[in-house]
């Protein structure tokens, strides 16, 4: 009975991470500037993770894909910095459905 107990949590601990680590953001920046950072966090926390922008900068018409890992669910809230230290915030984004494409209308 403990065996199967085990084997059932590995499967489920395994499926999970599986699930984490194929989430994706397609991110589009449309702002007019460019762009130097990309922080995303668990919808409503009050804290930004670490930069997850995989290039140096992110030029405005420029669409990149960036690999986000350690999230169980697919809802995020993004925030885009600009080359002025501008902010763009996208709130509750389902990755998984839709693309994020940031404009003058996300300015904070």
């Known amino acids: 009975m403990k065996k199967i107990a085990l084997v059932c949590i590995l499967f489920f601990l395994g499926t999970l991470s599986a699930y984490a680590a194929g989430m994706y953001l397609n991110v589009t920046n449309n702002t007019g500037y460019a762009a130097y950072h990309l922080y995303v966090s668990d919808v409503g926390s009050d804290e930004w993770g670490e930069d997850v922008l995989d ?40 990755v998984k459905k839709y693309d994020l494409v940031f404009t003058l209308d996300n300015v904070d």
């Open 55 to 94: 290039v140096d900068v992110l030029e405005d018409g420029e669409t990149i894909r960036v690999n986000i890992n350690g999230y169980s669910n697919p809802k995020f809230d993004v925030q885009l910095e600009d080359e002025e230290g501008d902010t763009y915030t996208l709130r509750n984004i389902n």
